[in-house]
């Protein structure tokens, strides 16, 4: 089956820490996006990608840093100058009908 | 400025009875619309979209939206809502290629009453 998948689904960082979370996409898309969700708020857009070795900020980029070595993987770093990223983080690829399809989520707690 | 606005934060309905969950947007270019389903802990499912023509679109799940070009809505429909619907409901406005403009709204939370 074709779809979206974030590992993991749940991730503690101790202040200080950076961590990673995997995005990994077998649906041939070539864009893909990084949104974070808060409670009782929509999805903020932190960095998309349209295609391989190309990436853009969103609107809250700061204290994240992603990179887009394969079409099918884009992976978000989530660095220690991120100052509340107690957060659920989604992932989503953008097919060619302009349709977002999104993965499972990662829920990042600050420990 | 281009936003989505969602203006019932919380709705409660009883099984069995119809649902309308409004979804209004301000958007420069025409705009192709969406409706996603959250269920707690999950990621977005899509349950609809328009692109352009028919103006009542159907989507999974029994559910149904309708453009209205001239109220900037976009507003979602269910004749009969079951416990299973019971979610956040995210309507989202992008456009065509326009690969950083999808803009959502802040959702609403819809409960059902057994």
């Known amino acids: 089956d074709g779809g979206i998948t974030q590992s993991p689904k749940y991730l503690f960082r101790k202040e200080g820490q950076n961590v990673t979370l995997s995005c990994e996409q077998n649906?041939?898309?070539?864009?893909m996006y990084w949104y974070r969700q808060d409670p009782g708020q929509g999805l903020r857009l932190i960095y998309y990608?349209?295609?391989?070795?190309?990436?853009q900020k969103g609107d809250i980029a700061e204290g994240y840093s992603v990179s887009r070595e394969k079409k099918e993987s884009f992976p978000l770093t989530v660095t220690s100058a991120q100052k509340n990223p107690t957060a659920f983080y989604l992932c989503?690829?953008?097919?060619?009908?302009?349709?977002?399809?999104f993965g499972p989520g990662t829920r990042l707690t600050v420990l | 400025a281009q936003s989505v606005t969602q203006p019932d934060i919380h709705i409660t309905v009883s099984e069995g009875a119809s649902l309308e969950l409004r979804c209004n947007y301000s958007?420069?270019?025409?705009?192709?619309l969406f409706w996603y389903v959250q269920s707690p802990g999950q990621g977005l499912q899509l349950l609809l979209k328009?692109?352009?023509?028919?103006?009542l679109v159907q989507g999974i799940k029994g559910f149904e939206a309708e453009f209205k070009r001239s109220q900037s809505s976009f507003n979602l429909r269910k004749p009969s809502v079951h416990w299973s619907d019971a979610a956040e409901y995210f309507c989202?406005?992008?456009?065509?290629?326009?690969?950083?403009?999808?803009?959502f709204g802040p959702g609403t939370s819809l409960s059902v009453i057994p």
């Open positions: 989202a406005v992008g456009a065509r290629a326009s690969y950083d403009k999808v803009i």
């Open positions: 990608s349209q295609i391989v070795n190309d990436f």
């Open positions: 649906l041939n898309h070539d864009a």
């Open positions: 958007y420069g270019a025409t705009p192709y």
């Open positions: 989503a690829s953008r097919s060619i009908t302009d349709t977002q399809y």
């Open positions: 328009y692109f352009s023509g028919d103006t």
